[in-house]
């Protein structure tokens, strides 16, 4: 049994089954998680059961980040395509040697079992090993999700992008260039998705889950 603490996230499409052309989407944003992630990767992310995706991150305390790039990401290309993930935190039996999914241990469990009893409401969910959160911090935190998950569920495509930009790390400076808006349109955009409250419930949540 590996001793470390890792985060595993495991993501779907949001009613797949009633699109079309999502794959190609889905494929390129995680190829570009997968660079801008690069170092935190143990493994490639894995694809399977067609809508389906996974991936361990060594460095948990950038799990929740990590899920909203991705959200952010796919939304901002497709309106019309929405992910769903839950994150595992906690141990696991050894970190696989070829494909994430054939992974086992606590995060894996966590992780995927979580996605499958998500609601029609719930776009990321976060759970954790006893270890690492108790049962009332992990109450806490079932909570504070479905209310992330509130915003999510109305973010426009616009506000996506521009979160998404922020989540890498830019200034409003610098997205207005990239995206060709005045700043102060960027600004508005950011007020609209509630980005100021998004990136307190981050730092929380990272600070929460970083090393003592």
Known sequence: MNSQVYAVLTGDVVNSGALEGYGKSLDEVLELFEKDYRGKLPLKVDRYSGDRFQLLLDVPWTSLRAALYLFTRLASREPSVRTRISIGIGGIVDVPEERVSTGAGEAFRLSGSKLDQMKKHQRVTLAASNDVFNEDLNSLWRGSMDL???VLMDLSSAQA???????KGLTQEDIARK??????????ILIAGYWRNM???LQVCEKELSPQ
């Open 179 to 188: 995206t060709g808006r005045r700043q102060q349109t960027v600004s508005d």
């Open 161 to 167: 992008e521009v979160i998404w930009y922020k989540l």
């Open 148 to 150: 992330l998950s509130a």
């Open 199 to 201: 990136e307190g419930f």
